[in-house]
DNA sequence: CGGGTTCTTGACTAGTTTCAAGCAAAGTGG
DNA sequence: CCACTTTGCTTGAAACTAGTCAAGAACCCG
């Protein structure tokens, strides 16, 4: 299985542009020095828990996977989603604690750093490191659009946006099959993300599938007119 | 005066609880090595703009500055707040563009360093690498919050929250002078930051002063009650 | 002492949540 | 294989939170 054969950095430049530094001598030379374990998670696992100490920096090599805080009464803000390539747990690594929890959307499987060896990482393959620190900036601009959204955009906005967001993000990792994604979430979650109740996040996607924008049925998503999804992005 | 003797790194690990190495030496050594810039913006100056390129790498030494986002029709998302010790424009050196705008709200003193220099720290500097990538691991936490509070939060709770965190981030920097803070923002800058009209920040922060929680007279802001403030934060 | 910005307040409106109920699809066990 | 249960989706009505409009008061700066 090509998962198998994977290590830690192989999938991180995949989704850099641009890279600023050539790093596949010194990846050949990571993945010789380091004996990164792998996971593998059931869905629905909650494996990063709020409060826990943060042991690992994981990759994400495949499955789909998504960051939440909640608040003591119950209530849950979806932070957002981790796919292929994505790095979970730096913040933990780096602080006490984690500050938020990860939980499986899809059996998952993840290639593992021990957080005692993150210095090992920066002090001895610096590209590595540099790519690290790239697929952060990309988080804090996942996280600024979203905050954006959520402050700032109305309910058919925000959940126009997210959806572009999810599938382009889908598409990065070449997971549209045939024009379409399995998409492993529930209105539910949606709703925790866009901070909106459940049922108004049904209503507004009542009025995009009415828009014919996107097809949603079961796991089964497909974007059928991506110009009409923006412009419900755009205007509300 | 301090600030010119001051260099990009020396203010990086203040706020650092452990540092997981000494660096020290390091930076004695980086000083030396980069000739970093230093800036001064007035207050009220847009220093940094969405779709610009971004050209450096900043560390605030003094003053405040607040990163936001635009839409077309002029809605503003305020995505947070740098005072000293603050790293700003990290997105911008390592995409092709910023993503957003940063705007003085006093006079500022920046150190920058130029985007093309950033991979010179990486591969030389490894224990400042660290440094950067732990600022950007309490961005990513800060934003995690601010998400939680926007999305999840009543306007009362999440109005107690940014103002425990914005006076808990300035005791981190010492800049609480008798129990008082100058903070230089007027409500439409909390308006923008919560997801709110300007109106009903307003009563918000009308309830918060009839809690007697905090003084905010002009620029002069007094946190009274801090337990008081929690309540709030916590309860709603 | 103006003139502009910021703050404050009340009345009205709109968007969103909550409550409640029914339906559909998928999974479970006898 | 079919009742039974669970989970997720859909819809309408009522209640409420927050937004908009409007106008006056307070404050600050030149």
Redesign the pocket.
Known sequence: MLVEKVSLCDLWPRSREKALNSSAEERLRFAETFKTEQFHIAAGTTFMQQGMPGEHLYTVLKGWAFRYKSLDDGRRQILGYALPSDMLGLQGCLMQELHHSVEALTDLTLCGLSRHRLWELYSGFPSLAFDLTWLAARELKTLDDQLLSVGQ????E?TACLLLHLFARAEEEDLIEQGKLQLP???????DT?????????????RI?EAKAVR???RSFELLDRDALRRLAAD?
Chains 1, 2 share one sequence.
């Open positions: 955009r109305s309910a058919l925000r979430l529930t209105q539910q979650h949606l709703a866009l901070g909106m109740s459940l049922v108004h996040t049904n209503k507004t996607l009542k599938y949603w049925r079961g509300g």
